[in-house]
């Protein structure tokens, strides 16, 4: 096992321009992502990083941004309507228009 921390995102940002950070535990749970990891991350990635699993809500959104110090990006899957999920793919659409916009 490797545990996710600021030596091992120091060591492995050597290797790749990106991160993308699966929160295994709540992928496709639609339970809420896991604040703890994307906090790491914002503090501690030294490249851009993406996190996935766990969303539930379009303020989950809002909820990575501020957890991740705006350092952070966030992938929906399952919970999107278009994959049967009950978040709409329009409002996703409008959140990133509307940060965007600002």
Avoid: M
Wanted: charged content about 25%.
């Amino acid at each position: 096992d490797v545990i996710v921390d600021k030596s091992t995102l120091e060591l492995l940002s050597q290797y790749c321009d990106e991160f993308l950070v699966h929160g295994v535990e709540n992928e496709g749970k639609r339970c809420g992502i896991l604040e703890d990891l994307v906090v790491l991350l914002g503090e501690h990635s030294p490249i851009p990083s993406t996190y996935a699993g766990g969303v539930k809500a379009v303020s989950d959104l809002d909820r990575v941004k501020e957890l991740g110090k705006g350092k952070v990006d966030l992938t929906i899957g399952s919970a999107l309507d278009c994959f049967g999920g009950d978040i709409p793919y329009d409002d996703v659409i409008a959140w990133h228009k509307n940060e965007n916009s600002n």
